[in-house]
């Protein structure tokens, strides 16, 4: 990556990490209330295949690091409009997160997700429910 892409990554990432600081830095009640008054209801907990996926209202130090080396290995992402503002994590018990980025405003809903476990990580984007 060329040193004016790895100076717009470290721009974007700390912007990120602006973003998901500050609503989850407080009370884990208010970042809930503020996910919950722009759509439906989200869950507490959603099975997908044979994993079974738990909401986390923190973001953990470690998830910072785990993005920004995914979007280090994926920087065509780092200008995706879709990407922005504060994901939503889930977790399984394997240690695998998934980040949502929900667009509720539309409809249908569109959402991107970037799901990191113990191998690279992968981005898929839809429409609909994204549970």
Not at 33 to 38: C, G, M, N, R, V
Not at 65 to 79: G, I, M, Y
Not at 105 to 124: A, C
Request: hydrophobic share 35%; charged share 25%; glycine share 10%.
């Amino acid at each position: 990556m060329s040193s004016r892409g790895s100076h717009h990554l470290r721009i974007r990432l700390l912007a990120m990490g602006m973003i998901f600081a500050s609503p989850l830095a407080g009370c884990g009640h208010e970042a809930a209330k503020t996910a919950e008054s722009i759509g439906p209801a989200l869950p507490e907990s959603f099975s997908a295949g044979e994993k079974v996926w738990t909401r986390d209202l923190k973001l953990q130090s470690s998830d910072e690091k785990r993005l920004e080396e995914f979007f280090a290995d994926n920087p065509s992402l780092t200008e995706n409009p879709r990407i922005s503002g504060n994901p939503l994590v889930y977790r399984s018990s394997s240690g695998t997160a998934r980040f949502y980025w929900i667009d509720r405003s539309r409809s249908p809903v569109e959402w991107s997700l970037v799901e990191i476990g113990s191998r690279k990580g992968r981005y898929e984007e839809g429409q609909g429910g994204p549970f």
